[in-house]
């Protein structure tokens, strides 16, 4: 019944039996109505198509949410603007047999180059566990993590501020007893109010919020990446959160003295946790550079400042510099988790594995129905127009196991933040991994049907009567 | 009588090439994927399983923090006073880390006052009086530190200070030498070796530049400003989550102006949990991926084999009608599997190589061991038999006077 109708429609209106296009049927309508045929199709064989729904689904499903998380891992923390940011290095360890330098400047190199102020901006950046109380609240003293950077560090990373502002460079010259705060930070001590010209108490000494942040989550935290090279691939903790507590480099120097830790050290430092004067490294240094002119001109300098240094005697490897920018550092340090890349490789290698198993399935069915193609043959359906409806059905197929595939991906994201990994409060689906999701899945049924309908297309008319 | 079937059998395959390609492209993916999944997960539960060294049961520690170095010698006379205490604490002692906690004091050393002959990255253990008898180490040979070899921190470790050292570590520096007496180098002083143990982990094994978890060094030292605010405590093994969350209180009491870290002060079984957290995740996931690879190649072979049943109805019907019995039908269609797994197999092993080839560049993982092959290339038999038995079954009770019938 269903067949002769079919063949019917499509003898008058797509295909005459010369295999011509006949206008009065528009495009869309005939895929309109293959839509309709597959969907009945569909239909008529239920535990198959479930079957291959399912299949689509959860490789879908396992794919999307590992590749939203490598997707969202491997973004860029400043929203396009990472190919301005540059991250010099020098290598101060007179004895480095090191094909790279160090991963972070001694305080005199650091020093140096931040004081030329031959970039468009530039930030010093160090941090140290500090044990911090709030006088105006009753909370008992906690250690967090301070970062210590100069005042361009705001604008130069566009670092959101909710309440009051940052510090100046005249407060980086004074050693001001100033500090911003991160909105989480503010929210845990202050309620989330305005507590601008509250005074912390940091180890000993008193400072004055003169900002608070609003909330702000790099991924990764760019700024502090370092040492990828030596983790072997569990770089989670790159995506932690940004510290609590943000106060002048000059200032932090003076009131943490004593707890800064190295990156590394080629001799002991004469005072335990004070490295201004020691043989290690700790400094990391942050320029932004407009255009390949300020880069190239940058580059030179900086050669030139180790070339002097050489001369002076203070550094010892002159040509072991780099300015990488940003992208090209964080990929230097291989910030997506080890296992967030084995999870995505396998998660489409299941998807590989489920797509072949729509390939043997939909071959299957589409042979099943060998005897109403070669009847559609018969009355005058083109190869193509074969093909072309078997594909639409490869491809709703697709669409269903996208959507089922969808709600897996948001059930896997769920999973995922109940995982104890630092990213876990930022993962989401945003609209990009929303459209891969059927894009990707819509994509992987048709590559799945194309065999099958290829195949399908071949049933020979004649050959298919005599049967019938 | 089987050995008969094949020649049909390869005639009707070659009839499908398309399906069986596809099918045997499946069945190869899922056995490099399963091969190299299997393989992960044990070298996760391996590295789950490593030997700490220590009384895990009996062990919990108490770290301190944001305190002055002028006020250490007070604090830590206070805590130590103050924790031991605690009912049911056996002992106390000072240490600078604790297996599966914090890491703490890692460096290069050499083998030589030169610096010439570089040993390896390892990680020491700045235990104080006591400690090493309250950790439980084993000495294997040479002695412990004597009370008088206790000496003062000066840079991270104490100056020309006499060190225990593990068995792998021995074996790694003098591999055909007796190494105590030996002397090691690093951290600008240098270091002798007065005792081998049998084990004792890094504090985070794996995550590091030590070659082996086993690469660690016990430096006897006296607590002071630059060694202090971590503490060992040993308590029986039943008495110890109470223990331990008494001495918890008990520190905040003891030191309200010093910081107690909470994520720190656990039991070691607690550290150990929780540093293990990451791969128990990733190997259950490991699992759940072969799982559901198992049973979509299951559910693969069932959809097709049920639609070639139903194709060849008619072929069924007339070998049964012409003498075949049912066993012959159903040998058909588990030799015909049998055939398509052999082929996805043969091609799986050698894309399993490839992807731990690819592995071994990412994670410096070891080659796949050659076993893992036949016990995936069984697991994948079983797999298509079992998966294969219903639809060989359905064919197998096909009458042969469906041959007289037209479709």
Redesign the interface.
């Known amino acids: 019944m269903l067949v002769a109708q079919e063949d019917e429609a499509a003898g008058q209106g797509w295909c005459g039996p010369s295999g011509r296009y006949v206008p009065h049927w528009g495009y869309t309508r005939m895929i309109g109505y293959y839509i309709d045929l597959a969907l009945h199709s569909l239909r008529r064989s239920k535990v198959?198509t479930v079957?291959m729904i399912l299949?689509i689904a959860?490789?879908i499903g396992?794919s999307m949410t590992t590749l939203t998380i490598m997707h969202l891992l491997s973004g860029d923390p400043l929203r396009g603007r990472s190919g301005q940011i540059f991250y010099p290095q020098v290598e101060p360890d007179p004895g480095s047999k090191a094909r790279e330098p160090h991963d972070v400047m001694d305080y005199q190199s650091a020093m140096d180059l931040w004081s030329a102020h031959r970039a468009d901006r530039q930030a010093l950046v160090i941090n140290s566990?500090v044990?911090l109380l709030a006088p105006d609240t009753r909370l008992?003293?906690?250690?967090l993590s301070m970062l210590s950077t100069t005042s361009d560090f705001f604008t130069m990373f566009e670092v959101p501020i909710r309440f009051g502002r940052s510090w100046t460079a005249e407060d980086d010259a004074a050693h001001a007893r100033v500090a911003v705060i991160s909105a989480n930070l503010n929210d845990r001590l202050f309620g989330g109010q305005n507590s601008v010209g509250l005074t912390l108490r940091l180890k000993?000494s008193d400072v004055r919020i003169v900002g608070v942040l609003a909330p702000w989550r790099p991924s990764p935290l760019f700024y502090d990446v370092r040492g990828g090279r030596?983790?072997?691939?569990?770089t989670?903790s790159f995506y932690d959160k940004p510290e609590g507590v943000i106060t002048p480099f000059t200032t932090a120097l003076e009131i943490n003295d004593?707890n800064f830790q190295p990156f590394t050290c080629w001799?002991?430092?004469v005072t335990?946790g004070h490295l201004q004067n020691a043989s290690c490294v700790w400094v990391a240094l942050w320029v932004q550079l407009g255009d390949a002119t300020r880069v190239a001109s940058y580059r030179r300098f900086l050669d030139g400042y180790v070339a002097q240094q050489q001369s002076l005697g203070r550094i010892t490897r002159a040509d072991n510099t780099r300015l990488r920018s940003l992208p090209e550092w964080l990929d230097f340090n291989g910030v997506v988790p080890?296992?967030v890349?084995?999870?995505t490789?396998?998660?489409f290698?299941?998807l590989?594995?489920?797509v072949?198993?729509v390939?043997?399935?939909l071959?299957?069915?589409f042979?099943?129905r060998s005897g109403e193609i070669g009847l559609r043959r018969a009355l005058g359906a083109t190869r193509r127009a074969v093909f072309i409806q078997c594909l639409v059905e490869a491809g709703v197929i697709g669409g269903l196991g996208g959507l089922g595939g969808l709600f897996l991906t948001l059930f896997g994201l769920w999973l995922v933040r109940q995982?104890?990994?630092p990213y876990a409060d930022f993962v989401h689906l945003d609209v990009s991994m929303f459209l891969a999701t059927f894009l990707i899945s819509i994509g992987a049924s048709l590559l799945a049907g194309l065999?099958?309908a290829a195949?399908a297309s071949l049933v020979e008319p004649a050959l298919q009567l005599k049967?019938l | 009588m089987a050995d008969l079937q094949i020649q049909p059998v390869l005639a009707a395959l070659r009839k499908h090439r398309i399906a069986t390609i596809v099918i045997a492209l499946e069945i190869a993916l899922a056995c490099a994927v399963l091969c190299n999944a299997c393989f992960l997960i044990a070298g996760r539960v391996q590295a789950m399983h490593v030997q700490s060294g220590v009384d895990e049961q009996a062990l919990g520690t108490i770290k301190l923090e944001g305190f002055d170095p002028e006020q250490a010698n007070d604090l830590d006379a206070r805590v130590m006073a103050g924790l031991r205490a605690v009912a049911g604490v056996q002992s106390v002692s000072a240490v600078g880390a604790v297996p599966f906690g914090e890491a703490s004091v890692i460096a290069g050393v050499h083998l030589d006052a030169a610096g010439q002959q570089f040993g390896g990255v390892v990680d020491f253990y700045v235990t104080g009086p006591g400690a090493a008898n309250a950790m439980g180490i084993r000495l294997l040979s040479g002695r412990m530190p004597a009370p008088d070899e206790y000496m003062s921190v000066t840079q991270f470790v104490p100056k020309e200070a006499p060190v225990l050292i593990t068995q792998v570590l021995a074996k790694h520096f003098w591999p055909d030498e007796n190494p105590l007496g030996k002397t090691i180098w690093s951290m600008d002083t240098h270091f002798r070796v007065i005792g081998v143990v049998d084990h004792l982990t890094v504090p985070q094994p794996g995550s590091g530049e030590e070659k082996d978890a086993d690469w660690s060094i016990v430096v006897p030292a006296m607590p002071g400003p630059q060694f202090a605010g971590k503490y060992l405590l040993r308590a029986n093994p039943d008495d110890l989550p109470r223990v331990m969350r008494d001495a918890r209180t008990a520190a905040l009491k003891i030191a309200p102006d010093a910081v107690l870290d909470l994520d720190q002060s656990r039991t070691i079984g607690e550290l150990r949990e929780k540093f293990f957290l990451n791969d128990r995740v990733m190997t259950g996931l490991l699992i759940a991926v072969i799982v559901a690879l198992l049973g979509t190649t299951a559910l693969g072979i069932v959809g097709l084999a049920s639609f070639w049943v139903a194709q060849r109805r008619r072929q069924i019907g007339v070998r049964r009608a012409l003498g075949a019995t049912r066993k012959d039908v159903l040998r058909y269609f588990q030799i015909e599997n049998f055939l398509i797994v052999t082929i996805g197999i043969v091609l799986g092993m050698a894309l399993a190589y490839g992807i731990n080839l690819a592995l071994m560049n990412i994670y410096e993982l070891p080659r796949l061991p050659a076993w893992y092959l036949p016990i995936g290339a069984m697991a994948l038999w079983v797999l298509g038999q079992l998966a294969v038995l219903a639809p060989a079954m359905r064919a197998a009770a096909v009458p042969p006077v469906v041959a007289m019938r037209s479709s």
Do not use: T, Y
């Open positions: 198959l079957l299949a959860v490789g396992a566990r044990k008992p003293p906690l250690m000993d030596f983790s072997g691939g569990d989670a004593g001799s002991n430092p335990p080890g296992d890349k084995l999870q490789s396998l998660a290698a299941f590989a594995i489920c072949c198993n390939v043997g399935l071959l299957a069915k042979l099943r995982q104890p990994v065999l099958p195949r049967v």
